[in-house]
């Protein structure tokens, strides 16, 4: 019986040009070994300029991301990250469909200990919009900073 363990397949995307997939669903996710298992530590990606349409008009929202998460067995490459956020941009969906989307793909493909998204859209019609997911409770004794993004106060 062959005890070695399977070999994990390379990043897709890591060091190669790679067009922007055409849709959420298109895009694929790498996965790298956690080099740090058994330790917990948190991992922030933030996207302040992200972007997909109003199902209703078509037109362009804006938001400003915060994903946290505590790694399990692996972590998320960051260029497909940069790639399936980026494929929103022609997506319809309603910002709470979009956050919470973004955040159980990722913690259903990776299997982190926890992870949480925070969505703070900017205004349409005149009302932001903050939107916030997270997988259940954080791990006992994690270090768990503010996500740093203030609450819309508009010029004044």
């Not at 062959?2 to 890591?14: E, G, H, N, W």
């Not at 998204?117 to 004794?141: A, H, K, L, N």
């Amino acid at each position: 019986m062959d005890t070695t363990p399977a070999a994990k397949p390379a990043p897709q995307f890591l060091g190669k040009d790679t067009p922007l997939p055409t849709s959420p669903e298109e895009a694929v996710l790498d996965y790298v070994p956690n080099p740090r298992v058994g330790l917990t530590y948190m991992v922030r990606f933030v996207s302040p300029e992200f972007t997909s349409l109003c199902p209703v008009t078509n037109q362009p929202d804006f938001a400003h991301l915060v994903i946290d998460y505590v790694p399990g067995e692996t972590i998320v490459e960051s260029k497909s990250l940069k790639l399936f956020l980026g494929s929103f941009r022609n997506h319809n969906g309603f910002h709470e469909d979009v956050t919470v989307g973004i955040g159980v793909r990722l913690f259903e493909e990776m299997r982190p200990q926890w992870l949480r998204i925070g969505g703070y859209w900017y205004p349409r019609g005149g009302i932001p919009i903050d939107v916030f997911w997270q997988s259940g409770q954080p791990p006992e004794g994690l270090w768990l900073p503010d996500q740093g993004v203030p609450g819309y106060r508009g010029r004044g």
